[in-house]
């Protein structure tokens, strides 16, 4: 049997698409092994967000050609859609796959034999708006947790972003194609259901609320599991979906919300819809609605324009919100995008000082989240991986978690009671054979 190594940059939503590809392999007699296990074939899903994820790409082919020189090594992904000829160049690269062609590798790989040159094929940007491309967690990983692709592409422009560009515009999954697929990954075992794309908020953009009503008719499906959005623009998070949240257990009590700025003058140039009192607005009323909530929030340091006064701005705006983490960006100049014409461009270790700063004061606002949440009994879904002895899971409000490895709670939903925070996690008591309402019990 043929062995493939599969390995995903970028976001939850590459994450589902790369095991669309390895489902690919699967069908047709390969087995999915580590890259470190001499793999016939590598396959690198990329990410184009920033030029850091362009490196660690040319990073990782080289690694993986310097233990395995004979390995067939296949890119695909933003990165290959917007600079196939970069990755063309990079010596031992047999093929480069646009972001349509990926879900259907096998009819340009022919026999996987190592090229002198790579080949790419890699469709125009407009020819992506007429394909969606389906794509969910299987066998292909190990994960407890799937990622189910219900849009792709995005209509908005960013004036930093060039995902437009790889992805196309925006695009959705019917819901009635999106009620059978997920409800397959149900009867698949899978307990927590992760709603992926570009811009999931979009989804089915011409219908009104159409993410909403996707979402009640998700929650009515018999069988043990719960959502999480992956991520959704704060104009698109709807009072209809705040509601069900804070009233349907299925839904995790957990939001991911792109900020990117702090500073109203920013968000502008960013080419942001919306404004900083509108975000803290959003997000006073999710806490006011849902108990114990955990809100994650992205942010850009140095954008051209940020002056010391507008980075101070967003500082104190996010020190006084109240939100669990941060996932900071140094912002890095990209390839056909408005931002990269504009002035006062920011240097580039004062970008790294406002990074710092920024990941300082995620640290302390997980701590202030984390501590809020000590001794609270909550439902874990606890992973299939063991690490030192140790299973770890995640709450419905996205707290991480670690006990004792028992085979008896792999992908399993469990009652347990928050109790030591080490700085990365929580430890917990396990409360055996519970039927009970979290949260109701004290300490005893």
Do not use: W
Not at 47 to 54: D, G, L, Q
Not at 163 to 177: H, K, N, T, Y
Not at 227 to 236: A, D, G, Q, T, V
Not at 412 to 437: A, R
């Amino acid at each position: 049997m043929s062995k493939v190594a599969l390995h995903t940059l970028g976001c939850k939503l590459n994450f589902s698409e790369t095991s669309a590809i390895g489902k690919q392999f699967i069908q047709n007699g390969f087995s999915i092994v580590n890259h470190d296990n001499a793999p016939d074939v590598f396959v690198l899903n990329t990410c184009t967000v920033t030029e850091n994820a362009e490196k660690e790409c040319r990073q990782i082919v080289r690694r993986v050609l310097r233990q395995n020189p004979e390995a067939f090594v296949i890119v695909t992904g933003c990165y290959a859609q917007l600079r196939s000829d970069q990755i063309a160049a990079i010596p031992g690269v047999d093929l480069v796959l646009g972001s349509k062609e990926k879900f259907s590798l096998f009819e340009f790989a022919g026999d996987f034999s190592k090229n002198k040159l790579a080949c790419t094929f890699v469709s125009p940007t407009e020819e992506l708006n007429s394909s969606f491309g389906f794509a969910s967690s299987s066998d292909a990983d190990s994960r407890t947790r799937a990622f189910f692709k219900i849009q792709d592409g995005c209509d908005y422009k960013c004036s930093f972003c060039t995902i437009p560009l790889a992805r196309g515009s925006s695009r959705s999954m019917s819901e009635q194609d999106a009620v059978i697929q997920f409800t397959e990954l149900v009867n698949q075992g899978y307990k927590e259901i992760i709603l992926t794309g570009v811009n999931v908020g979009d989804y089915r953009k011409d219908e009104d609320n159409a993410l909403y009503l996707l979402l009640k008719k998700l929650v009515e499906i018999k069988g043990d599991f719960r959502i999480r959005i992956s991520s959704i623009e704060p104009n698109l998070l709807t009072d209809e979906i705040i509601e069900l949240t804070a009233s349907n257990p299925k839904m995790c009590k957990h939001f991911h919300i792109p900020l990117q700025s702090g500073s109203s003058k920013i968000l502008k140039l960013m080419q942001r819809r919306y404004k900083a009192n509108f975000y803290s607005t959003l997000i006073t009323k999710i806490v006011g609605k849902i108990s114990d909530v955990g809100i994650g929030v992205d942010v850009i340091t140095g954008f051209p324009g940020e002056t010391d006064e507008d980075f101070m701005e967003t500082y104190n705006f996010i020190k006084d919100l109240p939100v669990a983490y941060l996932h900071v960006f140094t912002y890095s100049e990209r390839p056909m995008t408005k931002a990269i014409e504009m002035d006062g461009v920011v240097d580039v270790a004062e970008r790294r000082r406002r990074t710092n700063m920024l990941r300082i004061l995620s640290e302390k606002k997980k701590a202030i989240f984390y501590e809020r949440n000590k001794y609270k009994l909550e439902e874990v879904l606890f992973e299939n991986n063991q690490e030192d002895g140790s299973i770890k899971g995640f709450t419905s409000n996205y707290i991480r978690v670690s006990t004792s490895f028992s085979e008896e709670l792999v992908n399993k939903f469990v009652n347990v009671e928050l109790t030591d925070f080490n700085g990365n996690l929580y430890d917990c008591n396990i409360i055996p054979n519970s039927k009970i309402l979290l949260n109701d019990l004290k300490t005893a």
